[in-house]
């Protein structure tokens, strides 16, 4: 294959912000239509695409239009069916995070995705940060030793104030709030760096209870979470501490997460993609000894390029990351979150 067709289903904000910029940036992809609920979203996707066609039934133009490949950018709710009718027009398929609305869903869709042999692309974006990359390879190659703690936030702040309702705040849209919107990208950041979460316990909170309904002077109930805490501990011993937000003041968009094993710690802030700070060996450790260390060039990669690359290469789609089963894994801790956030309980995953 020397290039690939790509087709988009739910084509607003993060697919017209990032897949298809990245995937035209790519060189080898052209799209062949733009698909949304909302005609005018499709008519403005497929105009940035460089797409013929449009519309707002994919499944009609999955079957007019064929392509190699579709991104998902839908509502939450929307993304199982969206996801099966690609797999079942036997294309690959890059979904938005979180997978989907449950554990059942995302089963499915990989069992579904593993039976059709085809790649299979969740973005989970800060797998691509050029520092959380240095961090993997530094952990994978034993610098911090045996890891002993994850601990972590993001926060934003856009969920403070009296802003509109919005599809985001809706448990039947979006499955769940800052979970869902910024937790999943903790757990996976925690599962690339130091593996699966094994047990639990969390606390989930929401602090402005109703929103306004846009052109109307009605409220609306809020019952998602803007707020979630977790402690557990992972597969190899290691504990872990997260705590993902949407209504942290003052901040827009900020991660930082520290690592440590016996041997060493390093700090991830997303504020500095392209740099660690590390605290490496023996003599660094035992004076509490700090310094930076740089990205190297192979850290630096364009997550939907990786989804292009493996398509033109034909990679075993097992080893194309982070695909369906790491969206299916992230769902599984999610889901564990809510039912200890409820019961007040640990939970054994």
């Known amino acids: 294959m020397e290039r690939i067709r790509v087709g988009t289903i739910g084509s607003g904000g993060i697919v017209q912000a990032v897949h298809i910029p990245q995937l035209l940036s790519h ?13 005018t979203t499709a008519r403005t996707a497929a105009g940035k695409a460089g797409a013929p066609n449009w519309g707002t039934d994919y499944r009609k133009l999955l079957q007019e239009y064929p392509v190699d490949a579709v991104t998902v950018g839908t509502t939450h709710v929307a993304h199982f069916d969206a996801v099966m009718a690609a797999l079942e027009a036997g294309v690959h398929v890059c979904c938005e995070k979180p997978l989907a609305m449950s554990v059942a869903e ?14 299979t692309f969740v973005p989970f974006s800060y797998w691509f940060v050029p520092a ?3 961090l993997k390879d530094l952990i994978d190659e034993g ?17 403070f104030g009296d802003g509109p309702m919005r599809w985001r705040f809706q448990k039947a849209i979006a499955g ?23 047990r639990l316990t969390a606390h989930m909170k929401t ?3 109703d929103r306004v309904i846009e052109g109307t002077s009605e409220r609306a109930p809020v019952d998602v979470d803007d707020d979630v805490q977790v402690i557990g501990e992972l597969e190899n011993g290691a504990l872990i501490n997260l705590s993902a937000s949407r209504t942290y003041a003052g901040r827009a968009n900020f991660q930082r997460v520290e690592v440590s094993g016996f041997e060493g710690g390093a700090v991830y802030d997303n504020s500095h993609r392209a740099q660690l700070e590390v605290c490496l060996g023996t003599p660094w450790a035992r004076w509490n000894q700090w310094t930076t260390m740089q990205a190297l060039p192979r ?19 097992e080893a194309v990351l982070p695909n369906f089963q790491v969206g299916l894994e992230v769902q599984r801790v999610m889901e564990s979150i809510e039912r200890s956030a409820i019961s007040g309980q640990w939970v054994e995953l």
């Not at 060189?27 to 005609?39: I, S």
């Not at 499915?108 to 042999?117: I, L, P, Q, V, Y």
């Not at 045996?146 to 856009?158: A, D, I």
């Open 299 to 317: 850290h630096h990669l364009t997550q939907m390029h990786v989804f292009a690359d493996a398509i033109l290469a034909g990679t075993a789609p």
């Open 27 to 39: 060189g080898k992809v052209d799209f062949a239509w733009c698909a949304d609920v909302d005609e």
């Open 207 to 209: 602090f402005v209870h």
């Open 143 to 159: 610098f911090l030793g045996r890891l002993t703690h994850v601990n972590g936030y993001y926060g934003q702040g856009n969920a």
């Open 106 to 119: 995302a089963e499915a869709m990989t069992s579904e995705a593993r039976r059709r042999g085809v790649i």
């Open 132 to 134: 959380a990359r240095l």
């Open 176 to 198: 769940s709030g800052a979970l869902g919107d910024l937790g999943s990208h903790l757990i996976s950041l925690t599962h690339l760096w130091g593996g699966r979460i094994v």
